[in-house]
């Protein structure tokens, strides 16, 4: 009697436990899905910063198949020559079983200088999403030739920018049926400017931004005819101040017109208000969200907008060095912001912390907006300079508590997030189409991470792809409003965001207990506003711009 | 003899004696007699030329005994039999004064040097032989015999900052002349610093130093960025005074500043067990441990252990109520958890106490601009902008609350001052920056043997930094390694001249440079004021 009274009571224990995990855990699969790539950062003695702040990722479906693809962009070598011919970018098509194929060969994609990040969006409307590659030196534009091929356009398309460039990303700024290209451009390190810097005298780090000069970032509006032009000055986003890491779009003000925000390192951050007309305003500081709360300019790496509290305005996040603080600025409405960063709990996280790639996603599918980060030092040899810190740091995954308050779940939440890396890049897709989004990992200098969600999907949640018409053919742009179980959630369709990255562009809704979403909104950048109701939860829904739902799928929970 | 004006100021004046202060330097400082400024020395009198009362004082005082307080009229005395052998030093020193003053050098020169020699039998460290050194070293500058100050100035050095167990050692100025040169080639590592570290760590092993020049040679290669070597010093100190709580301060001030914050935090938490010596005033005892609870608090918070830095900060604040820098610190961490309420409430206190200081008036409009109450933040901002119109961060939260408030043009303007406050400050660190990166690159010019690239890397540098001190130094040890010492001297000199700085690192590097061309001299000169220069930095470091 007494030894079933203790097998009882372990069992109580151990269900207690289990209850008391997190029920979400994430595990790096990349080895298992054959996604063999290690990002060469050529590092070097000299440190040429390129070397430290390289390693971007995206997903794009680029054979149009329903299952998110990857595209790893490689650095390079200043000092090896060998190293830098073989440091190439690596596309990976979606098996559907779990694997990956590596689709390098026949895809087109050479290497042309030290690779930094990408974006993706079908910029011509021909029904295939295209590439844009930025490097340190010229940036690429691969256009998708359908076949699993890409042509590099670059010249022809006038979108080639010189300058070291970081993140871009695609929107459609002027609602005219086609997307424009953002490029933020960096500082103005060469190869034969490279500085000479030391930490406590002695040993040689990566140079701190600062003594280099800003480069302008690089507005380009899309003709519709298969060219760009450079379009920065009129547009009034040409500045020098700025050294830019991180864009992003989204309307913050409601009105339906793209904006842009830019994470700046070491300088005050950029708020492009749209104006219209293809003109902007930069209102960073009077919007609350160029500087940290004390007014001192922040590091500014990686960048993501999104509704963390439902109020129907866009908040903003950006990820920033140890010790400043990653920000979490929250949305006011009437173009004002307030920096919630320590009230939210996000200040005490991220302290410890040098942040890259950072998203807004809603990991545990319980509705609300969570922040995933990656982390790792900028100076790879600052463990012999500081001993509270590292160069490998760990992820944080910030569950939001649907009431404003972020809280650490990471070490709860499986090996993918125990691991310390130098962490990158960072995007979200449900590549498994399972319900729940899944992570794509660059590391600089290391091997890229899949981090597989499992028991995400154990709430509901719904999947839309827009097809526009009118609009952009992907939908960048669009302002998907849902509203389930009484409440109303607001996520955008985006084409780049974080560092150096870009997430699946269909968009994602965690649904929670709802078996259903009573309605959803689509607000399609061409101006019209489609309608839908009652949608069954886990599905996949393909949504065109003029007809409503044209394709379904359920989700393989 | 002390004159004061009360029998309570007497008293204390005589327990101060007793403990062991100078009863010289209190006359100076205290007495009203005109005999002040002689250190109280009123002359050699027979007992019969004196008042009764002064009779009685001094029957039976022994030499250098003090006097019960006397009072004589309104006033109180305090009265010193002088030592025959003091009455014949002060007799030499007066002389010696008076001639100085009288323009009559070489008769300065000989009365200071046989103070000297009288002084000496005080004891190495006595304050009475520092002042003979100092007039006669004042006296040979005066005749331009420079080798007759370089001489003295050495002797004073080595008296100054030598250990107990050596007092006076001509080693110890060996010794800080090595720390001199390792500090001007700080940015030639692996070539001449290296030889230079060689020299100045084979003193140091040799050669014992006080407390205070291991503290300020740790102090100063910490700002030269020669980390392992502030370390190294750091190490003996430790060593050579162990139970010395200014010892682990320093030790642990420098550990937080190299970034290594949790040995700084564990010297701190040593250093908060430790005793102060036993001449410490028992206030300055206090917020000695105030401070050091008030650092580890600053560690803690940068650690991201609030718990921990609440308690540190808190625990300095009880030791020291009027630390208001800690309170405002305790204010700071519960703002960083939210804790609004606490953080107004520790603000409060320090603006009670201190409503003339503009950080606190910032802090507290921080915390009512993260609460919501933009009234109160605009104001609380406005008092620290009046305060200290630079206050820039001020400034910037003055900005959002009036925005907030709806007051968007008055906003706007706000957020555009401060918007050109931190391009300036920006501006000014950047600079600071580039000069540190061009001097790098420069100086690695030199250890590759470049040196003619070197010098013109230096001197494209100087064109944008003009005023750029360690670039011009750099550039004029990179001249005398090429062996283009004329070339040096100019470099070097147009510091000086120009007045873009009289570090005493370049006093001797001109010497040396002096030297080389065998202008002994004008070497001879500047390695007098780089003697006197170096004795004032290492006591700067210490303030």
């Known amino acids: ?557 | 003899m002390i004159t004061v004006q009360t029998e309570r100021a007497a008293t204390d004046l005589r327990a101060r004696i007793l403990a062991g202060e100078s009863f010289d330097a209190l006359a100076r400082e205290h007495s009203k007699d005109a005999s002040a400024s002689d250190r109280g020395f009123m002359g050699t009198f027979a007992p019969s030329d004196l008042r009764q009362e002064l009779r009685s004082a001094l029957s039976g005082l022994a030499p250098r005994q003090i006097s019960p307080v006397l009072r004589m009229g309104s006033e109180f005395f305090l009265v010193q039999v002088v030592d025959p052998g003091e009455v014949s030093w002060i007799a030499e020193n007066a002389a010696a004064m008076a001639s100085l003053q009288k323009g009559r050098h070489a008769e300065a020169v000989q009365s200071f040097s046989k103070a000297v020699q009288l002084a000496e039998k005080f004891g190495a460290n006595d304050d009475r032989l520092g002042e003979s050194l100092n007039g006669l070293a004042e006296a040979y500058r005066l005749q331009d015999n420079f080798a007759g100050v370089a001489s003295v100035s050495r002797r004073m050095l080595s008296i100054r900052w030598s250990a107990s167990s050596n007092m006076g050692d001509a080693a110890v100025a060996d010794l800080v002349d090595r720390f001199a040169d390792v500090l001007s080639l700080a940015y030639f590592r692996g070539g001449p610093l290296d030889q230079a570290l060689k020299r100045y760590q084979d003193a140091l092993i040799k050669t014992p130093a006080n407390e205070a020049l291991y503290l300020a040679m740790s102090s100063l290669l910490v700002k030269a960025e020669l980390t392992a070597e502030a370390d190294d010093v750091m190490r003996r100190a430790v060593t050579a005074f162990p139970a010395s709580r200014r010892v682990r301060y320093k030790e642990a001030e420098m550990y937080r500043d190299s970034g290594k914050m949790q040995k700084a935090l564990e010297t701190f938490q040593a250093a908060s067990q430790m005793k102060a010596p036993p001449s410490m005033p028992a206030d300055l005892d206090r917020l000695q441990l105030s401070f050091i609870y008030q650092r580890m608090g600053g560690i803690n918070t940068d650690l991201v252990q609030f718990d921990a830095a609440i308690a540190a900060y808190k625990k300095a604040v009880e030791i020291s109520p009027d630390n208001a820098d800690a309170r405002v610190a305790l204010g700071d961490v519960y703002l960083r958890r939210g804790q609004q309420v606490e953080a107004l409430a520790e603000y409060t206190r320090v603006l009670q106490a201190h409503p003339d200081r503009a950080l606190p008036h910032y802090r507290f409009a921080d915390a009512n601009l993260q609460m919501g109450r933009f009234s109160e933040a605009a104001a609380s901002a406005e008092r620290a902008l009046k305060i200290d119109p630079k206050e820039r961060k001020a400034r910037y939260v003055r900005g959002m609350a009036l925005l907030r408030m709806g007051r968007a043009e008055e906003g706007r303007k706000e957020l555009e001052e401060y918007r050109n406050q931190e391009a300036a400050a920006q501006t000014e660190l950047n600079d600071r920056r580039a000069v540190l990166v061009s001097n790098r690159g420069a100086s690695v010019l030199v250890l590759e043997g470049k040196n003619e690239e070197a010098v013109a890397a230096f001197r494209k540098s100087l064109a944008s930094h003009p005023g750029a001190s360690s670039l011009r130094l750099n550039l004029g040890l990179a001249l005398s390694m090429a062996g283009r010492n004329r070339e040096a001297i100019t470099t070097l000199q147009a510091m000086i001249d120009g007045g873009i700085s009289d570090d005493f690192v370049v006093f001797r590097c001109l010497a040396r440079e002096y030297a080389a061309i065998k202008d002994d001299p004008t070497s001879q000169k500047y390695s007098a004021l780089y003697l006197s220069k170096i004795d004032e930095a290492l006591e700067q470091e210490l303030r």
């Open chain 1, 1 to 557: 009697m007494r030894r079933f009274g203790v097998i009882i009571l372990a069992v109580t224990t151990l269900a207690i436990a289990a209850q008391q995990e997190a029920p979400v855990r994430f595990t790096n699969i990349a080895a298992q899905a054959r996604i063999d790539f290690k990002h060469e950062n050529g590092a070097s003695p000299q440190k040429y910063m390129p070397e430290t702040m390289s390693g971007g990722s995206i997903i794009l479906d680029y054979n149009n198949d329903g299952s998110p693809d990857i595209f790893l962009i490689n650095g390079g070598s200043y000092t090896d020559k060998q190293k830098a011919a073989a440091a190439r970018h690596r596309l990976y098509r979606n098996n559907k079983d779990g694997t990956f194929a590596d689709m390098t060969a026949m895809s087109g994609i050479g290497v042309s200088g030290y690779g930094m990040g990408a974006c993706s969006a079908d910029y011509d409307n021909d029904g295939w999403p295209d590439l844009y590659v930025t490097s340190v030196g010229p940036n690429k534009l691969y256009h998708n030739n359908g076949n699993g091929s890409f042509t590099d356009v670059t010249d022809k398309a006038g979108a080639g920018s010189q300058l070291w460039s970081a993140s871009c990303a695609f929107g459609d700024i002027e609602n005219d049926g086609d997307v424009d290209l953002y490029v933020t451009s960096y500082v103005d390190f060469s190869v034969t400017n490279n500085k000479y810097c030391v930490y406590s005298g002695e040993k040689r780090v990566y140079c701190h931004p600062n003594v280099y000069n800003g480069q302008p970032d690089v507005l380009y509006r899309n003709n519709g005819d298969g060219t760009f032009t450079d379009i920065s000055k009129a547009a009034g986003i040409y500045r020098t101040d700025g050294k830019g890491l991180g864009v992003v779009f989204g309307d913050y003000d409601n009105d339906g017109l793209a904006d842009i925000y830019v994470a700046n390192d070491s300088t005050p951050n950029f708020l492009f208000h749209n104006k219209g007309k293809g003109t902007f305003e930069e209102v960073a500081l009077t919007a609350g969200v160029a500087v940290g709360n004390d007014g001192q300019p922040l590091a500014g790496m990686g960048t993501d907008m999104g509704d963390i509290d439902g109020d129907g305005f866009l908040d903003i996040f950006v990820t920033n060095l140890d010790r400043q603080t990653h920000s979490l600025y929250r949305n006011l409405g009437k173009g004002l912001f307030a920096d919630i960063t320590f009230e939210s709990g996000v200040g005490e996280a991220t302290l410890p912390f040098v942040g890259f790639g950072a998203l807004f996603l809603d990991y545990d599918n319980d509705t609300d907006l969570d922040l995933g980060i990656v982390n790792g030092d900028v100076i790879d040899n600052v463990a012999l300079f500081r001993d509270s810190t590292s160069y490998e740091q760990r992820k944080l995954l910030l569950q939001n508590d649907g009431k404003g308050k972020f809280r650490d779940v990471a070490p709860a939440s499986g090996p993918g997030f125990a691991v310390k890396k130098a962490g990158r890049s960072l995007s979200a897709a449900d590549f498994d189409n399972d319900g729940d989004l899944d992570l794509l990992i660059g590391n600089v200098g290391q091997p890229a991470e899949l981090l597989r969600n499992d028991g995400g999907n154990a709430a509901n949640s719904l999947l839309i792809r827009t097809v526009g018409t009118k609009s952009n053919r992907d939908g960048i742009g669009a302002r998907l409003k849902m509203t389930a179980g009484g409440r109303i959630f607001l996520r955008d369709v985006k084409a780049g965001s974080s560092y150096l990255s870009q997430s699946d562009l269909r968009v994602h809704f965690g649904l929670g207990s709802a078996a259903r979403a009573e309605s959803l909104e689509v607000h399609w950048p061409g101006g019209g506003i489609e309608k839908l109701q009652d949608l069954e939860a886990n599905q996949i829904i393909t949504i065109t711009e003029g007809r409503g739902v044209t394709a379904r799928a359920p989700l393989r929970r």
